[in-house]
């Protein structure tokens, strides 16, 4: 595996089927109350330049859970505050820890950071990226299916960091990824050929309807993410129409399931309805953050878990 997680393709499929095995193990490991700190003594260290609580609370916590320890650090507590270089900041840190996750703005911060540290990087969310969600997405997804190549997966809504990171990964699962968005909402051309290139099957479809109409999974985000709230009323004008309601979901097969990573605003891209519905599998999803971080931080930091019993 690659020294830093920034993104799907930073991994193979034989790694994403070890890491989401590895997961399902953990998982069970903590249902059981079984100790598993394959981490002692190590420490990870999170900088957040965006709010977050699904993030935070899962590295944090699944630190602890493998016997190490998570340092929450804010840009302003930090010298990159008060205009410290990104590089410098990133050979100073990996003498003291173990691994380092960013949630940023901008991707190019985490490349640069990635660049000059010399311990792992993984990226807890970028403007162009979100992987660690999709790898808690592909577990929930797992769960529910024996086999994940030729399932198809509608993303309804904006084609956000998310939805670029779920692109980037049908190559990896065999999933057919079908993008439901008005045209100023998108992903780029360029990351669907780059997906394509590498095998992944990709679809923009332009009727909300028509593209769920085959879909085992729905999956929608918030339309106005951290950054975006100056285009609030043009977003929401924008993306009327691509809520996943009771209406839209009628259109799916009847055990189609609904996925959400969070936070969501009930009403706009997903009604309370269905969010609350028997398909909605929105929770699973989020606890699943906790369980697949906890496999790639074994992964990244001590190169893999020992040998299961």
């Known amino acids: 595996m690659k020294k830093d997680f920034l993104s799907p393709i930073d991994i193979d499929e034989h790694e994403l089927e070890s890491i989401i095995t590895d997961a399902m193990h953990l998982k069970r490991l903590k249902s059981a109350g079984t100790a598993h700190e394959?981490?002692?003594?190590?420490?990870?260290?999170?900088?957040?330049?965006?709010?977050?609580?699904?993030?935070?609370?899962?590295?944090?916590?699944g630190m602890t859970d493998l016997g190490g320890h998570a340092l929450f650090l804010n840009p302003q507590d930090l010298q990159l505050g008060r205009g410290e270089e990104i590089r410098d900041t990133a050979r100073a840190l990996a003498r003291y820890v173990d691994a380092v996750m960013i949630r940023t703005y901008a991707h190019a911060t985490l490349e640069e950071f990635a660049r000059y540290s010399?311990?792992?990087?993984?990226?807890?969310?970028?403007?162009?990226?979100?992987?660690?969600q999709v790898l808690a997405d592909i577990m929930t997804i797992a769960e529910r299916f024996r086999d994940l190549r030729d399932l198809k997966l509608t993303w309804i809504g904006d084609g956000n960091?998310?939805?670029?990171?779920?692109?980037?990964?049908s190559p990896l699962t065999g999933m057919?990824?079908?993008i439901a968005s008005p045209p100023p909402y998108r992903p780029?051309?360029?990351l669907i050929d780059q997906?394509?290139?590498?095998?992944?099957?990709?679809?923009i479809a332009a009727d909300p309807e028509e593209a769920v109409r085959d879909a085992d999974v729905l999956y929608t985000d918030i339309w106005v993410s951290m950054g975006d709230e100056g285009e609030r009323a043009e977003r929401l004008k924008t993306l009327k129409g691509y809520t996943i309601n009771s209406r839209l979901l009628a259109q799916a097969p009847p055990d189609a399931l609904v996925m959400h990573c969070l936070p969501a605003?009930?009403?706009?891209e997903i009604s309370d309805e269905v969010i609350e519905g028997p398909q909605s599998i929105v929770w699973d999803q989020a606890e699943n953050r906790l369980h697949a971080q906890k496999a790639l931080l074994v992964r990244?930091?001590?190169?893999?878990?020992?040998?299961?019993?």
Request: aromatic share 6%; hydrophobic share 40%.
């Open 118 to 132: 010399a311990v792992p990087v993984i990226n807890g969310l970028s403007d162009a990226q979100h992987p660690c």
């Open 38 to 61: 394959f981490l002692r003594g190590k420490s990870l260290a999170m900088i957040f330049e965006k709010a977050s609580t699904r993030t935070r609370v899962s590295f944090e916590v």
């Open 195 to 203: 997906a394509r290139a590498a095998g992944g099957r990709v679809r």
């Open 188 to 190: 780029k051309e360029a």
């Open 265 to 268: 605003h009930r009403g706009e």
């Open 161 to 169: 960091n998310v939805c670029n990171s779920w692109i980037l990964s």
């Open 300 to 309: 990244m930091i001590a190169g893999g878990m020992p040998p299961m019993e």
């Open 176 to 178: 057919e990824i079908t």
